[in-house]
Each structure stands twice: as structure tokens, then as C-alpha cells.
């Protein structure tokens, strides 16, 4: 497991993405969705063979950084991870047109919360899926 935090989260998707044929990314709201849990386990189930196949796997939560190790622990989640409370990737992906990550406010998030989100992108920016606002779609 790879964890950032109080880095340039857009450079690290850059680098991950720029390193590897495809980054699979999942924006996740919290250690306490439920929801979000059940994306992470997948994530990690299909993560061998995103590997084997060339290609690299990246969660990213606003959640301020004590709550990690709870998400860890109960999806067993061992790649790479960005904590990025100032939704700086959210924001660069939005303005690049590549995915528009909804953020809403919520207790204990400063700058909002960014609600669960999945974009599959290959090195060269070709989107292979994205799902992050369905009103946008």
C-alpha cells in the first residue's frame, strides 16, 4: 500500500497514470459508506489482474487522513491512496473534461466531501469509463 497525503494529489495521479497503460481510480466519500466499502473490496478483488494487464489502481477520499487505516482494515485495500481534502483532483479532472466528481457539503469535511466516483483512464487520457455525476450523463 501506497499512501499520500498533504502532497500534490494531481501529481500523483499523473505519475500513476503516466507510469502504467490504464488507472483505475475511485473516489470515495468515507471509512463509514457503506456503499464506498463494497467499490474498495472490489477494487482490491480485481486488482492482480488490473496489475497483470499493465495497469494501476488509486482511491482517493476527502476524509481527513486519521479514518484511512479504518478503510484499510475492512477492505484489505493495498495499492496506492490519496488523501485529498482540498479536492484538488476532483477540481483538475473537472477542469481537464474528464470527469466531474459531485462534492457536497458534510460535517468534517472543510472543503466538502466528494461523492463516490470511478474513472478507468489510460495513459494517453483515452476515458474507458467514468461514473462520477449522473446528472451529467
Not at 486519521?66 to 490519496?82: F, Q, R, S
Not at 463516490?116 to 494517453?124: C, H, N, P, S, Y
Request: with cysteine.
Amino acid at each position: 500500500m501506497v499512501l499520500t497525503q498533504d502532497v500534490d494529489s494531481v501529481a500523483k495521479y499523473q505519475e500513476l497514470k503516466d507510469s502504467h497503460r490504464f488507472l483505475f481510480v475511485i473516489f470515495y466519500r468515507g471509512h463509514w459508506c457503506p456503499f464506498c466499502l463494497h467499490y474498495v473490496k472490489e477494487l482490491q478483488r480485481l486488482r492482480h489482474l488490473i496489475l497483470k494487464a499493465g495497469g494501476e489502481t488509486l482511491i482517493v477520499t476527502a476524509e481527513p487522513a486519521e479514518h484511512l487505516p479504518a478503510m484499510l482494515k475492512n477492505t484489505k485495500y493495498d495499492g496506492p491512496v490519496t488523501v485529498d481534502p482540498e479536492l484538488q483532483l476532483a477540481s483538475f479532472l473537472k477542469g481537464q473534461g474528464t470527469i466531474e466528481v459531485t462534492v457536497s457539503s458534510k460535517a468534517g469535511y472543510p472543503h466538502g466531501m466528494n461523492q463516490l466516483a470511478v474513472l478507468i483512464i489510460t495513459k494517453e487520457g483515452l476515458v474507458l469509463e467514468k461514473y462520477g455525476n449522473p446528472r451529467r450523463w
